[in-house]
């Protein structure tokens, strides 16, 4: 699939979702727009991504092009007006259109009647299936072994961690897929529902949907996770997915450092031993599981701290521990999840 | 506020909101519409219940009314047409209609147009408010003591409970107040958010709103729990609930003799230590709080064995405990919450 990924005056600080498409999607990125920094190529920025040109619009993107990505999203998840003349002329070129904004490109007037004279699909990834349901407790019972990523907190990696544990297990030669709950998985995976948009009642409901339908094509589920189970605004999407995912094994995912809540300063992180006792003991009484590995964000530290921070980081959970970018996955992490 | 309520063939063992009104809501209730109990009286079939007539259609109930509340709702949440009559009935006489149904009567064109005719409110109470947003982990920052209820499951007592820990302080001289988060507590409190339909990033944020609405009115607020921490498909919410509402005090509430989750039934229940623990450290990271007293659903019960029931239970919590209808809320339980 021949993908353009729309990143307009945010490419790469900015445009997370961007990079996680780069990096982890099938898709062939033949392009990124972003106006500010034409001319230069995704690797002058980020080394270690695919390369792909940087160009200022849809008319600089030579050949087919299959999709375009919305891959940033403006604070409040508007569409910024100054995107439109791009995806107007990628409807108008045949592509399908995907975006993760809480605007629907789908109520668009324009791009509606566009979409259905070039017979493109405008998807919104962030509108939830209308027909979930609550959970009806039965995810243990599929055959495929089910891992789910929890954290200490929101933004410590766990999207990240799903992508590389189950690169990880494919390269081992298992049979292994990504179950996505967030915006930027979905994207990257051409499916899956945005947990945290979901009515409340259904949260646990929508992941156990998920397994059920992906587990009978493969022998390993891994459950991108969202947000952390002492969080004081996103705990609630953190429960439904662990009760609903109902995993055999849990990694939990950290960032080296943070010491509080990533935007709520006056909650202090509680200790690594702690939020392990917690995860398991919370699971059990509907699924008993374990925290069988971790994986910590070192980005911040340089390589000797990043070495002893993912050791100590071991120590505290009792078990393998990586930074699965900076050190990827051995085959001790990959023996205690399979 | 008079006040009829709608129970078509389903007066009393399937009408707990209906129940719940007459039992707790401060309106008159001038009649119960019920087709098939009609000619007969509310306490004819629930002793202890305020009396009304039940009648077969609105054009029945003498005198005016204010408001005609839907006490019934039919698996799936559907409006049914035998009830269209006495809506229409009612909003020609002036009323206002409360309805707790997925199916929105404000959404449906009959109605609408009638309700625009003769001033009168569709207040459809499972729609949420469309401005919710995130928790910013501030509801124990407010001066009012904020109270809990919380579960070992779902169907256990907890909306009573509430109602009746709130009466027990208004009687000893507080200004006490419900916050509300689900139907029936809304149909009876006339204010709240159906915690369940929220989107789930929003859980939280529905009733830390609820609580700083409410707080510089009031010197205790209970705020009515949802579900059990270990459900396996309600745990969302309620985890929602526990870390928005940051309480001082919780208050567990359990059905004697309930082993398994209800409706779930090859999920145990944990033992009362256990779910006690879970409450309280699962809540410490964002609020440290306390089980400190316990409220038992003892109906299945005689009287000999609710009082044993009762002081177990007591005893398994490690604090006062009472079934509050049957023993009502004593001065000892009273001191643990104040």
Known sequence: MRTVVL?????PDRAKTAQGVLRYADDEVVAVLDRDAAGTRVRDHVPNLPDAP?????ADVEGPVDRLVVGIAPIGGGFEESWR???????ERGCDVVAGLHYFLADDEEFAALAAEHDC????????PDDLTVAEGVAGDVDAQ???TVGTDCSVGKMTTTMELVAALQAAGHDAAVVPTGQTGIMIEN????VDRVVSDFTAGAVERMILEAAPDHDYLVVEGQGSITHPAYSAVTCGILHGAMADRLVLCHEAGREAVHGYESFSLPSVPQVVDLYESLSAP???TEIVAGALNTSG????????AVDEFGAALGGPATDPIRHGVDEDLLGVLT
Not at 7 to 11: G, L, N, T, V
Not at 54 to 58: D, E, F, N, P, T
Not at 301 to 308: C, E, F, I, K, P
């Open 54 to 58: 940087i160009v200022a619009s849809m």
């Open 121 to 128: 699909e405008l998807n919104d990834i962030r509108r939830p």
């Open 7 to 11: 990143a307009h005056e945010k490419f």
């Open 301 to 308: 530290l340089d390589a000797d701290a990043a070495r002893t």
């Open 85 to 91: 003349p791009d995806v107007r002329a990628a409807i």
């Open 286 to 288: 509907v699924a008993e």
């Open 191 to 194: 499916w899956g529902v945005p």
């Open 146 to 148: 089910v891992l789910l």
